[in-house]
């Protein structure tokens, strides 16, 4: 099966903990993308990445950092410098980035961030 | 803010109606997209408009737009139970870094 995974479903962060999400897709996608999604709102672009070791900043990139060693991974840590993280965070990826690219996002299941 | 705006933010009605949605946007766009969410689950694509185009079709849905009001809606015929879920509108604008912009979203609930 085609598609983008994301894990943990749920992950439980600890005051000054950074934590990371996982995002795979097998897809061959060249872009990626975070989002962040609180209760009753849209969706906020944290990072996004075109190719394989180059990423961008979204809107809300502060508290986030990201890498993308493999075309096919593009993984996000929260870092405890983000004070506000609970949230549902989104992964999706495209054929095209963002630049040139306007079409179809393919989104994962998400990861829910809870705070202890 | 290039942030796409959903009317309305809540809607109920009964299965077998139709649902219309509406979207309006600021500033030029390339392409306009729908997508929908389950609760708790991620975003799933509908349906993708490109400014130079006024309706799409695919299956129950029917998308509109109008790039002299900024706006376009999205109607799902007939629509079932299992058409309960938010639905956002997503702007790609037109200029360099362009990027999808998502609105708040449409809570849709169909009643059996």
């Known amino acids: 099966d085609g598609g983008i995974t994301q894990s943990p479903k749920y992950l439980f962060r600890k005051e000054g903990q950074n934590v990371t999400l996982s995002c795979e897709q097998n897809l061959n996608h060249d872009a990626m993308y975070w989002y962040r999604q609180d209760p009753g709102q849209g969706l906020r672009l944290i990072y996004y990445s075109q190719i394989v070791n180059d990423f961008q900043k979204g809107d809300i990139a502060e508290g986030y950092s990201v890498s993308r060693e493999k075309k096919e991974s593009f993984p996000l840590t929260v870092t405890s410098a983000q004070k506000n993280p609970t949230a549902f965070y989104l992964c999706?990826?495209?054929?095209?980035?963002?630049?040139?690219?306007?079409?179809?996002?393919?989104f994962g299941p998400g990861t829910r961030l809870l705070v202890l | 803010s290039q942030q796409g705006e959903e009317d309305p933010q809540a809607l109920s009605i009964q299965e077998g109606e139709n649902a219309t949605m509406n979207c309006s946007y600021k500033?030029?766009?390339?392409?306009l997209q729908w997508y929908r969410q389950n609760s708790g689950r991620g975003l799933v694509h509908l349906i993708l408009?490109?400014?130079?185009?006024r309706e799409k079709h695919s299956g129950r849905l029917r998308v509109t737009l109008d790039t002299s009001k900024k706006s376009s809606s999205l109607l799902i015929t007939a629509s079932r139970a299992a058409d309960t879920a938010s639905y956002f509108c997503?702007?790609?604008?037109?200029?360099?870094?362009?990027?999808?912009?998502f609105g708040k979203g449409i809570t849709l609930s169909v009643r059996p």
């Open positions: 999706a990826s495209s054929i095209e980035g963002l630049a040139g690219g306007k079409e179809t996002q393919y």
């Open positions: 408009i490109r400014s130079n185009e």
């Open positions: 997503a702007t790609v604008h037109t200029g360099a870094n362009s990027k999808l912009t």
């Open positions: 500033t030029s766009i390339n392409n």
